[in-house]
């Protein structure tokens, strides 16, 4: 790779981070580009010759999180025995960006409607492996069932992320509410778990 390619490579993962890190402080919504491209130290048209649009940039981010995030699960599938195991490493991964993904369940329902498309396609990819492992487990749930637990799940922890202010002053809303969800959710499945979350 020649140096000019390696540099744009480094440009771009730079802007990327620096866009993460101001998205979680100021939101995705009320972060100006300028101050993306002002805090990462390059030149404002610099950020629009890697990124198309703002919304372009918001989804690369979001793409890398839940593309870690979803490697994660993919890996934890062929260890983990049970759901429950994995839903409690997956909320361990939450614990870990909630910062993140907490500013991201405020604003979503704010966004421009073809980026909530993308990113409910994004977020469709997460609950696909928990559909796969419940459907593997629990033969007697049908497909319906399956569908309304993960609903449950997913707006349950959306719901303490997007209102962790009313619930917690520091520290993460999910930790608090960690084996509640998992206990929960394991009824609602038929799966039994004892696990405490720390």
Same mark, same amino acid.
């Given at each position: 790779m020649?140096?000019?390619?390696?540099? &744009?490579?480094?440009?771009?993962?730079?802007?990327? &981070?620096?866009?993460?890190?101001?998205?979680?402080?100021?939101?995705?919504?009320?972060?100006?580009?300028?101050?993306?491209?002002?805090?990462?130290?390059?030149?404002?048209?610099? +950020?629009?010759?890697?990124?198309?649009?703002?919304d372009t940039l918001i989804l690369e981010v979001i793409d890398i999180e839940m593309g870690e995030i979803g490697e994660a699960i993919q890996d934890l599938l062929n260890q983990a025995e049970e759901v429950c195991d994995i +839903? %409690?490493? $997956? +909320?361990t991964l939450i614990i870990q960006e909630e910062p993140f993904f907490a500013v991201l369940a405020k604003e979503t329902p704010f966004y421009s409607i073809e980026l909530r498309r993308k990113l409910i396609f994004r977020d469709s990819v997460i609950r696909s492996y928990f559909f796969q492992k419940i459907s593997e487990e629990n033969i007697e749930l049908s497909k319906g069932e399956i569908t309304s637990a993960l609903n449950w +799940?997913?707006? =349950?922890?959306? $719901? %303490?992320?997007?209102?962790?202010?009313? $619930?917690?002053? =520091?520290?993460?809303?999910?930790?608090?509410?960690?084996?509640?969800?998992?206990k929960t959710f394991g009824k609602i499945i038929g799966d039994v778990y004892e696990k405490n979350c720390n």
């Open positions: 020649n140096k000019r390619v390696q540099q &744009k490579r480094e440009t771009r993962n730079l802007l990327l &981070k620096t866009a993460k890190q101001c998205f979680v402080q100021d939101g995705f919504l009320n972060t100006p580009v300028g101050k993306i491209s002002a805090e990462a130290g390059v030149a404002h048209g610099t +950020l629009f010759s890697h990124f198309k649009n703002k +839903l %409690y490493q $997956y +909320l +799940l997913f707006g =349950t922890i959306n $719901y %303490y992320l997007a209102n962790k202010e009313m $619930y917690v002053q =520091t520290g993460s809303v999910i930790e608090k509410f960690c084996t509640s969800i998992i």
